[in-house]
């Protein structure tokens, strides 16, 4: 009788587990607008060129966007969901804004876009964003609502191949900006990567939880040249 007990506990338990580790995989796997916040990733041209081979014709002195990425409070995300594959033609209206405020530093620009949607875009079927044109219009948008390189200027931050700015001061210039705590990432003391985290239902900014993975301390450049 006691051991009839304890097997029928020992399969509660293991059925209890399988089931908890199938929804965590249900979770991580995949599933369209099942995820927290997006992160809304752009990239400082002369730091990222920097670390890496680019395109020279496409360098200048701008942050880029690299892409809105659909993110987990824990750091997990969802990928490569279930959906509609890319279709350059129901994006070509956007594509004058798209080549120049969305390209691929170091190859063809539909191959990046093709990578960012397959990857994040089929995921962030959701809310606002109901396919591919709203997913790609979204990133446009928030690019002009969210501007970086404008929110450092006017705390008197400038681009630099000489001046050592403290990294808390580009963070609250942000912040102080958009109202909202962003993540930042560095490459050998250069400002590289700025996130702003963004709402999944009013694609508003919000503050960023803390994400491992994202910070960057004391004294960085931003530099003005690779
Ligand atoms: C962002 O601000 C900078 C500095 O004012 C400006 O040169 C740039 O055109 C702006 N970018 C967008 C997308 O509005």
Redesign the pocket.
């Known amino acids: 009788m006691k051991s009839a007990l304890l097997v029928f506990a020992t399969v509660l338990l293991l059925l209890v587990s399988f089931e908890s580790a199938h929804s965590v995989t249900i979770y991580t796997s995949g599933k369209p607008g099942v995820f927290d916040f997006y992160l809304f990733v752009q990239q400082w041209i002369y730091s990222y060129c920097g670390s890496q081979t680019c395109i020279k014709s496409k360098e200048r002195e701008?942050f880029t966007i690299h892409g809105l990425w659909p993110e987990n409070n824990d750091g997990s995300y969802p990928s490569f969901c279930s959906g509609s594959s890319f279709n350059y033609n129901s994006i070509s209206d956007l594509s004058t804004q798209l080549n120049y405020?969305w390209p691929s530093l170091t190859g063809p620009n539909t191959d990046f876009w093709t990578h960012e949607w397959s990857k994040h875009g089929t995921c962030s079927i959701t809310g606002p964003i109901t396919d591919i044109h709203d997913y790609f219009a979204a990133g446009i948008k928030l690019?002009?609502n969210y501007?970086?390189?404008?929110a450092l200027?006017s705390e008197n931050i400038y681009p630099s191949d000489s001046e050592t700015y403290n990294a808390n001061d580009m963070f609250n210039a942000i912040n102080t900006a958009f109202h909202a705590k962003p993540a930042m990432q560095c490459i050998s003391g250069q400002l590289s990567t700025v996130a702003v985290c963004v709402d999944k239902n009013t694609l508003e900014a919000m503050d960023c939880p803390a994400l491992s993975g994202w910070s960057c301390k004391g004294g960085i450049s931003w530099p003005a040249s690779d």
Do not use: K, P
């Open positions: 701008a405020d690019y002009d501007n970086i390189t404008q200027n």
